[in-house]
Structure formats: C-alpha cells, structure tokens
C-alpha cells in the first residue's frame, strides 16, 4: 500500500529566504507526482506536476524534484513572501495517475 | 481546458437528513471520477472511484450505502450522503482528468457540516 509522508509538518521562516519541502513515498511505481497549495478552508491550487519520466519541474519561483528510485520529491520555493503562506501538499498518482495518495502536508507561515 | 465544478461550495444541514454534492467536468469528459474526503487538519483521503455507467468503487472503510455515488453522465458524478450526522461534517472535493492526461483536475470543494 502507497504511503505518502511529508516533512516537516509545519514551518515557519521570515520573509525572503529560500525553503525545502520533502516528500517522500513507499512504492515507487508512480505514474506522477503532485504538489498543491490549499488555503485555509478553501480547494486545492495545483503548483506543478511531475510525470514518472520527468527528474524536474519549475513554474517561476518554484521548483519540484523527484527521485523515484529513492522515493523522494522535494519542492523548492525561492524568495518566500507572506503570500506563500498556505499548507503544501503533495500527492502520488497510482492506478492510472488520476488516483492519488496524499501525504499529510506542510503547513508554511511566512513572517513579514 | 480541464475544469472540474462542484457544487455547493458549502452546505449546513440537519441531523439525519441527506445532501447530495455534484461534481461536474465542464469541458471534457470523464468516465471515471474520484471522491476525496478531508477532515480537520487533516489529509486528503480517497473514499471511492467514481464510473460512469456502473458502479463504484468504494476504498475500505467507506460505506457505500451512507456515501452513494452515481455517475450517471459523462460529465457529472454525484455524491449523496445519507442520514447525515455530526461525524460526517468535512470537506468533500472531487476531481477528474480527460482520457489521456495524466493529472488530476479537482473541483472547488464542498464543506458539509452536520448540525
């Protein structure tokens, strides 16, 4: 069974530095990997998605990494503002890449 | 392209009563559809996979005669949770992709609370 586990759990930094969030997974029979954004009571944004044949992503300031062999993804946020504050999740296609396992996510603050 | 509509986005109802959640693809069609449910601080977990023109299929734990689907249309699934309680209050989002993309695409979200 795919387990999908984030860490850390929350993090807190001041405003401008850079940041790593992990994501690591079980199986490494993927068929993608995706990170999203969800603020507070609200849906989920999709930051970026990552085919099982891809290593790499990037949408402006962000940028997401996955080993499959190892079972890790990483996203990197550069020049964090207050606005990034948000929880950050990241989910494992299965079964057909639309199924997705989900980890528990990580709850960003980004002091002014 | 690939936009997925839920709706409500929030519904309160009473104690026993039933509320159903549509889940729409807006501008491709989907035979298979996923229900998610999210409670407080918590993750986002699969409750059933939704097909359109049979019938679901229902991840351990989730009953499927209190969480009915039906997925009548290639564009829409519905969720009905019967004989709402207090437990079953939580964020229930769906999502869907076109045949051949290897994504997924969620709805808005619906949040149900139970009184």
């Given at each position: 069974?795919?387990?999908?586990?984030?860490?850390?759990?929350?993090?807190?930094?001041?405003?401008?530095?850079?940041?790593?969030?992990?994501?690591?997974?079980?199986?490494?029979?993927?068929?993608?990997?995706?990170?999203?954004?969800?603020?507070?009571?609200?849906?989920?944004?999709?930051?970026?998605?990552?085919?099982?044949?891809?290593?790499?992503?990037?949408?402006?300031?962000?940028?997401?990494?996955?080993?499959?062999?190892?079972?890790?993804?990483?996203?990197?946020?550069?020049?964090?503002?207050?606005?990034?504050?948000?929880?950050?999740?990241?989910?494992?296609g299965i079964q057909g890449a639309q199924k997705l396992v989900?980890?528990?996510?990580?709850?960003?603050?980004?002091?002014? | 392209?690939?936009?997925?509509?839920?709706?409500?986005?929030?519904?309160?109802?009473?104690?026993?009563?039933?509320?159903?959640?549509?889940?729409?693809?807006?501008?491709?069609?989907?035979?298979t559809?996923f229900?998610?449910?999210?409670?407080?601080?918590?993750?986002?977990?699969l409750?059933?996979t939704?097909?359109?023109?049979?019938?679901?299929?229902?991840?351990?734990?989730?009953?499927?005669?209190?969480?009915?689907?039906?997925?009548?249309?290639?564009?829409?699934?519905?969720?009905?949770?019967?004989?709402?309680?207090?437990?079953?209050?939580?964020?229930?989002?769906?999502?869907?992709?076109?045949?051949?993309?290897?994504?997924a695409?969620?709805?808005?979200?619906?949040?149900?609370?139970?009184?």
């Amino acid at each position: 069974k795919q387990e999908v586990t984030q860490i850390p759990a929350a993090l807190s930094v001041p405003e401008g530095e850079n940041l790593v969030l992990n994501c690591s997974f079980t199986d490494s029979a993927i068929y993608n990997l995706q990170w999203f954004r969800q603020d507070p009571g609200k849906g989920l944004t999709s930051l970026l998605l990552i085919q099982s044949s891809q290593r790499e992503q990037t949408s402006g300031r962000l940028n997401a990494s996955l080993d499959k062999s190892s079972g890790r993804s990483t996203l990197y946020i550069a020049a964090s503002q207050p606005g990034d504050s948000a929880t950050y999740l990241c989910a494992v296609g299965i079964q057909g890449a639309q199924k997705l396992v989900f980890g528990q996510g990580t709850r960003l603050t980004i002091n002014p | 392209g690939a936009v997925v509509s839920q709706h409500p986005s929030r519904v309160i109802c009473k104690s026993g009563t039933s509320v159903k959640i549509e889940c729409r693809s807006l501008d491709f069609q989907a035979t298979t559809m996923f229900w998610y449910r999210q409670f407080p601080k918590q993750s986002l977990m699969l409750m059933a996979t939704s097909n359109e023109g049979s019938k679901a299929t229902y991840e351990q734990g989730v009953e499927k005669d209190k969480f009915l689907i039906n997925h009548a249309s290639l564009t829409l699934s519905t969720l009905t949770v019967t004989s709402a309680h207090p437990e079953d209050s939580s964020f229930y989002i769906c999502s869907a992709a076109p045949q051949g993309i290897n994504a997924a695409f969620f709805g808005q979200g619906t949040r149900l609370t139970v009184v």
